[in-house]
């Protein structure tokens, strides 16, 4: 594992937020694509669903969307690119914190 240093705060947690919107992204699709969420299908099943669902997790994937937004971002961003070892550490601090990441 390469050593990232401490990443800033700020850094950390647009990482982690990214990680968050792929893993939502990824599940709602896969459940809408296989036909498990309808346009009928009540809150409380998709939330079963999304509950009962995993999620494929890339570090280098994950960098390179959030490298794409930061790229297409028009507005000035304290964060200019992320690495996947970043992606990683990150990755493995929440998982350290309890939440379930593969």
Not at 4 to 14: D, Y
Not at 17 to 30: H, L, M
């Amino acid at each position: 594992m390469v050593d990232v240093g401490i990443l800033a705060p700020e850094k950390t947690a647009f990482i982690a937020y990214n990680i968050g919107v792929y893993e939502s992204v990824q599940k709602f699709g896969n459940l809408i694509t296989s036909g498990k969420i309808t346009v009928d299908t009540d809150v409380p099943k998709v939330a079963k669903l999304l509950s009962e669902s995993s999620a494929f997790y890339d570090p280098e994937m994950i960098a390179g969307l959030i490298n794409a937004i930061l790229l297409h971002n028009t507005k000035s961003s304290i964060i200019d690119r992320v690495t996947a070892e970043q992606v990683r550490y990150v990755m493995n601090q929440l998982k350290a914190t309890g939440i379930s990441l593969p």
